[in-house]
T-cell receptor, first 113, second 111 residues
Framework: NAGVMQNPRHLVRRRGQEARLRCSPM?????VYWYRQLPEEGLKFMVY????????ESGMPKERFSAEFPKEGPSILRIQQVVRGDSAAYFC???????????FGPGTRLLVL | SQQGEEDPQALSIQEGENATMNCSYK?????LQWYRQNSGRGLVHLIL?????REKHSGRLRVTLDTSKKSSSLLITASRAADTASYFC???????????FGTGTRLQVFP
């Protein structure tokens, strides 16, 4: 039973480019969460999705960031016109339902030059 | 503001000693989870304790939860060098499904 998969593991972008981060939840999990971790800090919640629905995006910046979890395929976190401050590790987690253990992927480390 | 605050921020011990980390939070919760993160890696789930539970064990780990004080502790007994990592508590507040993470405790176990 494969765990949560994220790709790419490392992503380098220049300022102004777009970054697309992908997350495939564990088999049987329909709840996906995205978190961001800055160096030496804890994880900060960004967005919570179920298939085709955004449930809670209270942690998502209002501009440039968007997330989706289509009926088929992985969840995508998209960052448009990246800036240096977007450099961080982005983690995806999944669970079979709400209020249960969230299992984390290995993360995507984004570096904006 | 961040839900969880962890204490201490950093802890250094010798192999074989016990390590205790504490976590405080602010609002009512459904459950509290502890995770481990090795440097530059993802998070590994250690243990989940529900709001109606007071203590839970898993191998060398012992977690307590005091909802009246809004605090939890993680005890690692007979520590090993391989336990060196950052440890985070995360709460699942009532009415939400998102996790709010603490700032973490960086544990260093010397052989």
């Amino acid at each position: 039973n494969a765990g949560v998969m994220q790709n790419p593991r490392h992503l380098v972008r220049r300022r102004g480019q777009e970054a697309r981060l992908r997350c495939s939840p564990m088999k049987g999990h329909s709840h996906v969460y995205w978190y961001r971790q800055l160096p030496e800090e804890g994880l900060k919640f960004m967005v919570y999705l179920q298939k085709e629905n955004i449930i809670d995006e209270s942690g998502m910046p209002k501009e440039r960031f968007s997330a989706e979890f289509p009926k088929e395929g992985p969840s995508i976190l998209r960052i448009q016109q990246v800036v240096r401050g977007d450099s961080a590790a982005y983690f995806c987690a999944s669970s079979p339902s709400g209020q249960e253990t969230q299992y984390f992927g290995p993360g995507t480390r984004l570096l904006v030059l | 503001s961040q839900q969880g605050e962890e204490d201490p921020q950093a802890l250094s011990i010798q192999e074989g000693e016990n390590a205790t980390m504490n976590c405080s939070y602010k609002t009512s919760i459904n459950n509290l989870q502890w995770y481990r993160q090795n440097s530059g890696r993802g998070l590994v789930h250690l243990i989940l304790i529900r709001s109606n539970e007071r203590e839970k064990h898993s191998g060398r780990l012992r977690v307590t939860l005091d909802t009246s004080k809004k605090s939890s502790s993680l005890l690692i007994t007979a520590s090993r060098a391989a336990d060196t990592a950052s440890y985070f508590c995360a709460t699942d507040a009532v009415g939400t499904d998102k996790l709010i993470f603490g700032t973490g405790t960086r544990l260093q176990v010397f052989p």
